[in-house]
């Protein structure tokens, strides 16, 4: 088939990569002169990564990421240990990577087009209205984002609500341990993990009043976070004072798309369900959706094979973002709500330290390459 993927995020192009290889016909359309530095770090979780490896790009990410071992939770304030979330003892078999978003971007964009898609750049589609044919191709695939062109004619509009929270993000130059730390406070927390080449990624979250834009590019004065977590632990203070430049975006709830499928268009990844940063599971969720397209669409045929791919991938995304919103509650706890739950934590993680990762595994241990 000929197939047009709208956008070169993670989601667009892990979906070329999967469609070329079985065979397809494939363009990306990415409306920017350029794939740049875009966004900041991620978390691979074992169910984007069986993606990654599906489509070959092991040799690739092994350049350019690090194997994660552990998430600390610590109380903000205090810089009191509460947990440790350990990966390699919950599941030896099983992999977590940290990764610079640009480098993903460029593994992914390498085993693209060494699949045989082609990638435009500089090149915006305009999708028809639905019902309409598309102009030359059998599929337009909106891989293109937040604010989806290709969602508007595919799904009935859907107005944002803003949640109360805003973010920040930040890299700074740190050598470190591959865990993950989670700073918890009253109405706000930081999470911050190192990067390959000597960098640390900073996402910090605060709940206020008054809210900021929705996007990745919009800029702030450092002072503003810092001010945010003037009362956190000696360690974040250390991070917060290296930050010399940050971005703020404002936290939006989208409801998840009711169509994902109109005629020969079909959304994925963002698209179809923005995805708040608590779980961090907006890269894994579109990498496995790319796999699900290309396999069922090839499978069973087009008509069908989007059908499929619609009932497969929606009650699942649905179910990570609830998810996603319930670990923003336990991370915000205020007094006295905070003190027994971090008790309760480090209760269980001197009796049963796996027990709150196995809750996650029909997440983490949910393999699209083997079951769709």
Known sequence: MKITVAGAGIGGLAAAAALAQRGHDVTVAEQAPEIGEVGAGLQISPNGMNVLKALGCTQSLDDVSMRSDAVKLIDGPTGRYVMTLGLRR???????????????????????????????????VDPPPAGMALDGDDLLVGADGLHSQVRARVDK????????????????PDEGAPIAEVHMGPGRHLVSYPLPGGLRNIVAVNERKSWADEGWSFTDHPANLRSAFADFSPRVQSWLKQVESCYLWGLFRHRVAHRWVNGHQVLLGDAAHPTLPFLAQGANLALEDAWVLAETMTRLGLNDGLAQYQQQRRPRAIRAINAASANARNYHLRQPMSTIAHTAFRIVDRVAPTAPLRKFDWLYRHDVTKTG
């Open 90 to 124: 919950y599941a030896p078999d099983l992999e977590w990577r940290f990764a610079h978003r640009a480098r993903l971007i460029e593994v992914l964009s390498e085993c693209a087009q060494s699949s045989g898609a082609r990638l435009k750049t500089n090149f915006h």
């Open 157 to 172: 509009a859907s107005k944002p609500f803003f949640t109360g929270q805003v973010a920040w993000r930040a890299l700074i």
